[in-house]
């Protein structure tokens, strides 16, 4: 990539990019890791502080990814750090299932976060971790309901992770050709694309889809629960409002509990704590991980105590559950949440970085649309145009060139999540960066 030098007050590029050194540490990794954990765009980090990132040549980006929406409290927070450090210091980095302080400290914290009706919590490591753990808790509740109940409802186009019962549930079948054969009690219904079904008609549209299953599946008898996740990632698309309160009042009817996967939703990224509050409905179960740890390995189911119950003594645990250097990591977030009142914070500056996006979606007519809620947003590029793949990975790179990391899904969407620190100042720079880059990719 040829570039310029850029000095201003949130951006420092000083030397060429990719930055020397990048290409060389590419082909270490390349020859020892799996070929699964490449394509990354061509910058090496350093560090990383509050919404800024260095790479190796001490050059300084506006970060508007959070790592993958994980620095919601900022990069390398202050509160994070000493509280870790003090674990440290006390010399306990591992307890195994043995109880220990921070670890109630944590959970009893976290679940007041969550709200009202949430009353255990189980903690992991990694986000598919915790999907796949609240496909274990709906099928055991099914199952003791009556040994035919453990049908799955999930999505169409929907993403919960890596593993086997998360891939199941996604709706990319290319991803899951691996699993050898298919689950007949996981059902995928269509999603509601907001460019397909308003929310005056998504109502009918869910009764259209159930009817659909219903020829198929006794709904009381055969399904034990739904997967949802708050937003479809890759375009930051939430369901109509309608929907989600029609299908929880389904749901109640026939005993099917709900799930949120809030992976990307949680710890104050929409606007609210938690995404599922958009909706005006409650979870049986929710699903965090991301942002919950601020960048240490932290996941969780959170729900009802008779859900979490379900397992017995032993069967839903894992060596690294509730560790005490994550559990540390999980309290100073929330304290940093609500210290600083990200939550508020996201939907005030969620408002700022929409505006002017949409400004930007005005001026390209027929170019792009701006979804999400707080400080997440995708732009939906129109498929039809020529190149548009190329076009978009050429927009990534330019902006990285101008100083700006997004995030590039690999689809016909760009999307943006700066942590929830970021500054006003930072958000009208970096779509000043990304109005530059559209009108000059998108001339035609
Ligand atoms: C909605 C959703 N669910 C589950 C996952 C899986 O989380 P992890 O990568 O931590 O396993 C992700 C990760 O991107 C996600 O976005």
């Known amino acids: 990539m040829e570039n310029k030098k850029i ?27 799996s070929r699964s954990m490449h394509g990354q765009l061509p910058i090496a980090w350093k560090s990383a502080k509050d919404f800024y990132v260095y790479d190796i040549s001490g050059n300084k980006f506006i970060d508007f990814t959070s790592t993958i929406f994980v620095a919601n409290v900022g990069h390398s927070n202050n509160r994070i750090k000493s509280y870790i450090k003090k674990t440290l210091d006390k010399n306990f980095l ?32 990694s986000g598919t971790e915790a999907t796949e753990a609240a496909f274990k808790l709906m099928r055991m509740y099914g199952i003791k309901k009556k040994k035919r109940k453990l049908g799955i409802i999930c999505f169409e186009g929907n993403w919960h992770g890596r593993t086997l019962a998360a891939q199941m549930m996604s709706g990319n079948e290319s991803q899951k050709k691996w699993v050898g054969f298919k689950d007949k009690n996981i059902h995928h219904l269509p999603f509601p694309y907001p460019w397909d079904v308003s929310d005056l008609n998504s109502e009918k549209f869910l009764e259209d889809s159930i009817l659909k299953l219903k020829k198929k599946i006794n709904l009381k008898k055969d399904i034990c629960g739904v997967m949802i996740e ?10 109509p409002k309608r929907y989600i309160k029609k299908l929880s009042k389904i749901c109640k009817q026939n005993d099917i509990l709900i799930t949120f996967d ?32 601020g960048g240490v390995p932290l996941s969780g189911v959170i729900g009802r105590r ?14 690294n ?44 007519k027929n170019l792009f649309k701006v979804y999400g809620k707080g400080l997440i947003a995708a732009l939906i590029f129109n498929k039809t145009i020529k190149n548009i793949d190329s ?4 927009l990534v790179e330019a902006c990285i060139k101008d100083g700006l990391l997004m995030v590039y899904t690999g689809r016909e969407s760009i999307k943006l999540g700066p942590p929830l620190t970021i500054s006003k100042d930072a958000i009208k720079v970096a779509t000043k960066i990304i109005k530059k880059n559209i009108l000059k990719i998108f001339n035609d």
């Open 7 to 33: 000095k201003l007050k949130h951006i420092n590029i000083k030397s060429i990019l990719p930055a020397p050194g990048t290409n060389n540490l590419f082909n270490r990794l390349k020859k020892v890791e």
């Open 94 to 125: 591992h307890s195994y299932v043995y109880i220990n302080k921070i670890r109630a400290d944590y959970i009893e914290k976290l679940i007041k976060f969550a709200g009202k009706g949430f009353q255990k919590a189980f903690l992991m490591s």
């Open 230 to 239: 708050t937003f479809q990632g890759w375009g930051a698309l939430f369901y």
């Open 262 to 293: 809030e992976m990307q939703a949680g710890f104050s990224r929409t606007g609210k704590n938690f995404g599922f509050q958009h909706y005006g409905i409650k979870p049986d179960l929710i699903c965090c991980g991301k942002g919950m740890g």
């Open 306 to 319: 008779d859900l979490l119950d379900l397992p017995e003594i032993g069967n839903m645990s894992s060596t």
């Open 321 to 364: 559950s509730a560790n005490p250097i994550s559990c540390s990591a999980g309290l100073a977030v929330i304290e940093e949440i609500q210290k600083k009142n990200l939550t508020n914070q996201s939907k005030i500056k969620g408002v700022i970085l929409h505006n002017e996006l949409n400004k930007i979606s005005k001026l390209k």
């Open 391 to 394: 076009r978009l990975k050429s």
